[in-house]
């Protein structure tokens, strides 16, 4: 077997405005790109930090190029799960492996995984927090969008939804308080957004705190996000979470989350396919896991001020699936 050539670099993509949500502002995001080369191929990945959990593009970075002469040795998939934690050195690196895979023996991804030929997805929109009347701005404008999803902050979050749902009366919703909802009563803050038709709620609670779930009777159903990661994380989720949000920068690649999609779809709990903010490279493994969920998160790339060339198109509410030249 040829050998292989380990490249890692670190980009930066400006945001389409700040991108808000109840732990901060964001108005670039920077990702770590990675390509393997073997001959005349070469396969690309790219992974977003995890900062909540201490990641930075640095350090994955750093991970991986640790990982140097196992990748010229021939690192595989399934060894690179023993050698890596889930997060986005991984992911980045697993991505990679995919792609090159894929562009060797002429066979899609989605083929590889026993899929059925890709249609568009309806994709959600991200509508940041902020001032209701900010907000309610934004929803106008994204009134055309099937799906909203609505970053909420904790105190003022029914009047936020009032406002999204007055700029977009007939859009759906979901909302994300991206553990905001600490030390309030989970119950009554879901019951007050029903007159606004909101679909799910993402981690009311900071990731850890699940057991406080136990005797929670949410009128609208719960979606674990910061709180699973990996398939190891999955069994705190279950009689908690009706719903989970896979992200492959969290799980550690597409490897790890078509396992965990599997098992959660066995323990009979719904699944979101979402992504951090990342250009097409990193939303397009996950528009494959994405097709075996509920619903699709994959707005990353339109967050940005520019995706990179090539990417993923999106057309009204939809993405489309990504290109052979792209990944995959």
């Not at 945001?15 to 790109?33: C, L, M, P, Q, W």
């Not at 590889?112 to 929803?139: D, H, K, N, W, Y």
């Not at 951090?276 to 990353?300: C, E, I, K, N, R």
Request: aromatic share 6%.
């Amino acid at each position: 077997m040829s050998r292989q050539s380990l490249f890692v670099e670190i980009e930066r993509f400006p945001t389409r405005g700040a991108f808000t949500i109840s732990r901060g502002a964001k108005t670039h995001v920077d990702v770590v790109t990675v390509r393997v080369r073997r001959g005349a191929h070469e396969g690309r990945g790219e992974g977003t930090a995890i900062y909540y959990r201490g990641e930075s593009a640095e350090t994955a970075a750093q991970d991986i190029l640790a990982l140097h002469g196992a990748v010229a040795d021939g690192l595989g998939q399934e060894e690179l799960q023993t050698l890596l934690p889930a997060g986005a050195a991984r992911s980045a690196l697993d991505s990679a492996l995919w792609d090159l895979e894929a562009k060797e023996t002429g066979m899609r991804v989605w083929q590889r995984i026993g899929l059925p030929r890709p249609q568009p997805l309806l994709t959600a929109f991200t509508i940041s927090s902020g001032e209701p009347e900010v907000m309610e701005a934004a929803a106008r404008a994204a009134s055309g969008r099937e799906l909203l999803k609505v970053k909420l902050a904790g105190a003022g979050d029914e009047e936020r939804i009032r406002a999204v749902r007055a700029g977009a009366p007939h859009a759906r919703l979901i909302c994300d308080a991206n553990e905001a909802w600490e030390g309030r009563d989970i119950e009554a803050e879901a019951a007050a957004l029903l007159p606004y038709r909101v679909e799910l709620i993402e981690q009311p609670l900071p990731a850890g705190r699940d057991a406080d779930l136990d005797h929670v009777d949410s009128p609208i159903p719960l979606c674990a996000d910061e709180s699973v990661h990996d398939l190891a994380s999955l069994d705190a989720c279950l009689g908690r979470y009706h719903y989970i949000n896979v992200k492959l920068d969290k799980a550690g690649g597409l490897t790890e989350a078509l396992r965990l999609i599997e098992a959660a779809r066995a323990a009979g709990i719904g699944v979101m396919t979402g992504c951090m903010l990342s250009t097409s490279l990193g939303v397009a493994p996950a528009f494959f896991a994405a097709m075996q969920g509920q619903y699709a998160d994959l707005d990353g790339p339109i967050l940005l001020a520019k995706d990179r060339e090539g990417g993923m198109r999106f057309d009204g509410s939809d993405v489309f699936p990504p290109t052979a030249d792209l990944w995959g």
